[in-house]
Nanobody, 118 residues
Framework: QVQLVESGGGLVQPGGSLRLSCAASGSIVSINSMGWHRQAPGKQRELVAAMYNGGSRNYADSVKGRFTISRDNAKNTVYLQMNSLKPEDTAKYYC????????????WGQGTQITVSA
């Protein structure tokens, strides 16, 4: 099992920045990537950014150039730096870890709310 604990989030004005953190513990060797997903009211959950054990990253088109995912392996922590935030970024953000055996995001954090509003 893998446990994920998120921190960060909150209320920010348009154009502002926030950083989310996600600390992983437990069976870390069982995962091969970690990512951030988000879900806005009435919408499906979407993958925002993912980082693979080899260091490669991918981003949703809507956040490219504004969000950056990074990782501190010594702390088993993944970060999401979000700049130039827009009202449409408002959502609940979830950290997730992908199981190397199933290839699916089996482990999820509790989620943290981000609201972008003036």
């Amino acid at each position: 099992q893998v446990q994920l604990v998120e921190s960060g989030g909150g209320l920010v004005q348009p154009g502002g920045s926030l950083r989310l953190s996600c600390a992983a513990s437990g069976s870390i060797v069982s995962i091969n990537s970690m990512g951030w997903h988000r879900q806005a009211p009435g919408k499906q959950r979407e993958l925002v950014a993912a980082m693979y054990n080899g260091g490669s990253r991918n981003y949703a088109d809507s956040v490219k150039g504004r969000f950056t995912i990074s990782r501190d392996n010594a702390k088993n922590t993944v970060y999401l730096q979000m700049n130039s935030l827009k009202p449409e970024d408002t959502a609940k953000y979830y950290c997730a870890a992908r199981d190397r055996h199933t290839g699916t995001y089996n482990y999820w954090g509790q989620g943290t709310q981000i609201t972008v509003s003036a």
